[in-house]
């Protein structure tokens, strides 16, 4: 419980910081997506990122000034995606953990606007659907995977192994 209470803090942290002090920069990394994706390479289980995720979540909506939960549902498939990567993959190394910051990388900057857009139908205050992929959004990604790599490369050099996630099929036995 002590454990859960400091991510929520060090969320909020990250969010203030992403926020308040990094917003005079055209783009930033996602503090938040770069901490729950370290989460779900280096935790055992899967519930308990699932409040310091939906915390996570939460603060990027109050942040954000999208429609409220935008960013908690873009986050939690995002979460969901990584693990069903960590499922996939044999072993976690760093070309593993890059594929991993990538792709969810992607898919929360594709979310944000396509939620944005369903939202805005349920409301009947429809806006076009838009996904801008520009030279900021390249250059969040690769600050994400930079950061991401930097924070795997430490917590790894300092004893922490990343949780392997095997499919069934990879702990069935070969039958011959």
Known sequence: ?????????????????????????????????ITILTLAIFQKRENFNLIPLLFGGFFLDIFSG????VATLSLVLVYFLSLFLLRIFLKINFFEVAVIFILSS??????????????????QNLQPWQFNFTYL?????????????????LIKKYG?????????????PASR
């Not at 999208?66 to 939960?69: N, R």
């Not at 990343?162 to 702990?171: A, C, D, F, V």
Request: charged share 5%; net charge positive; aromatic share 16%.
């Open 106 to 123: 992607l898919l929360y900057k594709f979310l944000i606007p396509s939620f944005n857009y369903l939202f805005g139908l349920i409301s």
């Open 160 to 172: 922490l192994q990343p949780t392997h996630h095997p499919s069934k099929r990879q702990l069935q």
């Open 66 to 69: 999208l429609p409220f939960s």
């Open 1 to 33: 419980m002590k454990n859960i209470l400091l991510l929520i803090l060090l969320l909020y942290f990250l969010i203030l910081f992403q926020t308040g002090f990094l917003n005079f920069l055209k783009t930033v990394p996602n503090f938040v997506l």
């Open 137 to 153: 959004t390249l250059i969040e990604i690769i600050l994400n995977l930079v950061l991401g790599i930097i924070v795997f490369g």
